[in-house]
């Protein structure tokens, strides 16, 4: 495992530029283009705090952070980063940053009680929030659903319910009427994936169940909640954009043989089939009930054609590859790789995985929208030394993943823009607040933000950017 000293010498070896400065993207990237949107993305949970204030009521993860050994170091998103009462000091660090866009999430049962009632305090925190952010001219792109359903939603089934994806309907109803004019983007869920197989198949995240069954139907019904709550975001806010945000995965293959570039084939089919086929194909790939038998989601007539109404772009959130072989029957199993540069989650750095999953998703799909990198990002273990956070690693990542996404621009794929994960350090789900994703060092003790080198080096580029003519 190559730690970070020699991963930058690496990269610097690749490029001589990076002496001088390791960040700013080579004269003919995509990346100048004015209108290629660089901004900054958070969520809900991970940031806001103030889990019982006006109003709010607790969300799967409040209870299941709750839960003994379920979070590390029992770390719960209780105060996080508390930005429900820092947001204003927050949007001025993202602003000086020159951060052009600012992805967010909106927290359900911060808005919304169990019968439906809006709560206008927590209405107004995000009408606040946005109003904010347009004044200083960041562009605001807002995820429905990152993660945090509420419990008594959960206490019904959940997503097991199907009743669930019409409350969300309701829920985006509600919040487009509200917030129409302050978004610009608006996106129905994130990281499906994740709330079907982490939360439902293998119970890693909230709410913890662990069935192969379940999965595929919570992912049915989120699916049909995305598709249930477009139209009605397209009434509400015409001017806005709407769309959906995915978790890609990379597999490659350990070997040569057909058996490993089938299971190869499967890791993609199970992390990016499963949701983009029925969106973009309307209906679930075929392999995937090989991979797993037995596990055909209850699928209602019509609900194909609502889950695959045009969108107006796609999200990808990409992080690192996985290498597989096949596991002797049908399925794959996880070969790690020797040697290769990871980061403090142990994930591989694998910038080319980026480019080939955009440029695929081209060549599968052929009605495949605009896409915005909604999260692409690193943890490291950073420090703040002498009131600085020099944070070498993550510099020559995202140069690395930014080239990428040059390549597949190049290459003919439509990527309007990208945004880092994360703006701050934050609550990291099952990891708890040792994984540090920030371009902004949040020290949890005393609130205190640090920008690292990374946020300094995007910074410049920035300006260096808005001053050509
Ligand atoms: C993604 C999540 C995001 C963050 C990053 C590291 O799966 O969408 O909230 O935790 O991973």
Redesign the pocket.
Same mark, same amino acid.
């Given at each position: 495992m190559a730690n970070d000293a020699s991963a930058v010498s690496d990269a610097i070896s690749r490029d001589p530029d990076a002496l001088a400065d390791p960040f700013t993207p080579p004269a003919d990237s995509s990346l100048w283009r004015k209108n290629f949107l660089l901004g900054a993305a958070t969520?809900s949970y991970?940031i806001e705090g103030a889990v019982d204030e006006d109003g709010r009521l607790p969300s799967i993860w409040d209870t299941f952070s709750a839960t003994p050994g379920k979070v590390l170091a029992g770390d719960t998103g209780a105060v996080a980063c508390d930005h429900y009462h820092r947001w204003e000091a927050d949007v001025d660090m993202l602003a000086s940053l020159g951060l052009e866009g600012y992805r967010l999430s909106i927290a359900w049962p911060r808005v919304m009680d169990a019968a439906g009632v809006p709560n206008r305090k927590g209405l107004d925190f995000y009408k606040r929030l946005l109003n904010r952010l347009k004044e200083k001219g960041i562009t605001t792109s807002v995820t429905l659903y990152?993660w945090d359903l509420p419990q008594h939603l959960e206490d019904r089934g959940g997503w097991l319910n199907r009743d669930t994806a019409y409350r969300f309907a309701d829920y985006a109803d509600l919040m487009s009427r509200e917030l129409a004019g302050t978004v610009d983007a608006w996106a129905t869920l =994130?990281?499906p994936w994740?709330s079907a197989y982490l939360g439902y198949g293998n119970g890693h995240h909230a709410p913890g169940l662990a069935d192969g069954r379940f999965a595929t139907q919570a992912m049915h019904h989120l699916l049909l909640a995305h598709g249930l709550a477009v139209p009605v975001l397209r009434a509400n806010d015409p001017a806005s954009q709407k769309g959906i945000v995915a978790?890609i995965g990379r597999g490659t293959a350990n070997s040569d043989s057909a058996a490993d570039q089938r299971a190869a084939h499967l890791f993609e089919v199970q992390h990016n089939a499963w949701i983009l086929d029925p969106l973009f194909k309307g209906a679930y790939p075929q392999d995937l009930f090989e991979l797993w038998p037995g596990t055909e989601p209850l699928v209602l007539d019509g609900d194909m054609q609502t889950i695959s109404a045009p969108l107006d772009f796609l999200g990808i =959130?990409y992080?690192f590859r996985t290498n597989v072989a096949s596991d002797g029957a049908h399925g794959f199993r996880d070969v790690p790789l020797e040697g290769v540069e990871r980061t403090q989650m142990g994930w591989e750095v694998y910038p080319d995985g980026l480019r080939d999953v955009l440029t695929g998703f081209k060549r599968t799909y052929h009605n495949l929208p605009p896409i915005y990198i909604t999260?692409n990002g690193m943890a490291s273990d950073d420090k703040v030394i002498d009131g600085r956070v020099d944070d070498t690693q993550r510099i020559s990542f995202l140069k690395r993943h930014l080239a990428a996404v040059d390549q597949a621009i190049k290459a003919g794929v439509d990527i309007r823009g990208y945004f880092l !994960?994360?703006l701050m350090d934050n609550f990291? !789900?099952a990891f708890g607040y040792e994984r540090r994703?920030g371009v902004v060092h949040v020290d949890y003790s005393t609130q205190k933000r640090t920008v690292k080198r990374s946020a300094e080096l995007v910074a410049k580029f920035l300006k260096e950017r808005k001053a050509r003519v």
């Open positions: 969520a991970q990152h =994130n990281e994740c978790n =959130n992080y999260e !994960w994360s990291e !789900w994703f």
